[in-house]
Antibody
Framework: EVQLVESGGGLVKPGESLTLSCVASGFTFSNTWMTWVRQAPGKGLEWVAL??????????DYAAPVKGRFTISRDDSQNTIYLQMSSLKTEDTAVYYC????????????WGQGTLVTVSS | DIQMTQSPSTLSASVGDRVTITCRASQNINNWLAWYQQKPGKAPELLIY???SLEGGVPSRFSGSGSGTEFTLTISSLQPDDFATYYC????????FGQGTKVEIK
């Protein structure tokens, strides 16, 4: 069974940093692209970041609102991805989900339960 | 960037009603379109992928259609468990979600 467990959320002040983690199990992690998607309170879903596999040079990509402030990475030895968030803004307040994304060659995806990040003074 | 426009934002319906939600892409995404259901406090769950393919375990009252830039999700006979928020998502180029449609009890 695929499991994705996020951690690291919490309350931080604007301008501060926070790092989220997501531990994966139940699938071949090292062969799987991984993403973060967020959802602000009462709002819709927004893709945040992508980390490709070692085969694809672990190349990252970011949504425009977080580019230059967030860094996604992966440790295949620990089946874990990270999201380092810096210069946090109030508009970054959201539940952050880790997931194996839907792709052209795939017919399913898997989501974690989410971790809440609150940016407030 | 590909934008997704979903309508309506809210839909009031009764059990047994046929419900249709529409999603429009800002450019051609072929059939790289998915539909999700989300209930309060939970992660979204995949219902439909590749515009019209039903995810395993999803009831057959859910169906999807469309290609290119226009897509629809239809629930043929709304059940009590279906009151939730629905999102479309394109995965032709990265991932973009529609704004969501809340299906509420009439």
């Amino acid at each position: 069974e695929v499991q994705l467990v996020e951690s690291g959320g919490g309350l931080v002040k604007p301008g501060e940093s926070l790092t989220l983690s997501c531990v994966a199990s139940g699938f071949t992690f090292s062969n799987t692209w991984m993403t973060w998607v967020r959802q602000a309170p009462g709002k819709g879903l927004e893709w945040v970041a992508l980390i490709r596999t070692k085969t694809d040079n672990k190349t990252p990509d970011y949504a425009a609102p977080v580019k230059g402030r967030f860094t996604i990475s992966r440790d295949d030895s620990q089946n874990t991805i990270y999201l380092q968030m810096s210069s946090l803004k109030t508009e970054d307040t959201a539940v952050y989900y880790c997931l194996t994304p839907l792709r052209w060659e795939l017919s399913s995806d898997h989501w974690g339960q989410g971790t809440l990040v609150t940016v407030s003074s | 960037d590909i934008q997704m426009t979903q309508s309506p934002s809210t839909l009031s319906a009764s059990v047994g009603d046929r419900v249709t939600i529409t999603c429009r892409a800002s450019q051609n995404i072929n059939n790289w379109l998915a539909w999700y259901q989300q209930k309060p406090g939970k992660a979204p769950e995949l219902l439909i992928y590749k515009a019209s393919s039903l995810e395993g375990g999803v009831p057959s009252r859910f169906s999807g259609s469309g290609s290119g830039t226009e897509f629809t999700l239809t629930i043929s006979s709304l059940q009590p468990d279906d009151f939730a928020t629905y999102y479309c998502q394109q995965y032709g180029s990265f991932w973009t979600f529609g704004q969501g449609t809340k299906v509420e009890i009439k």
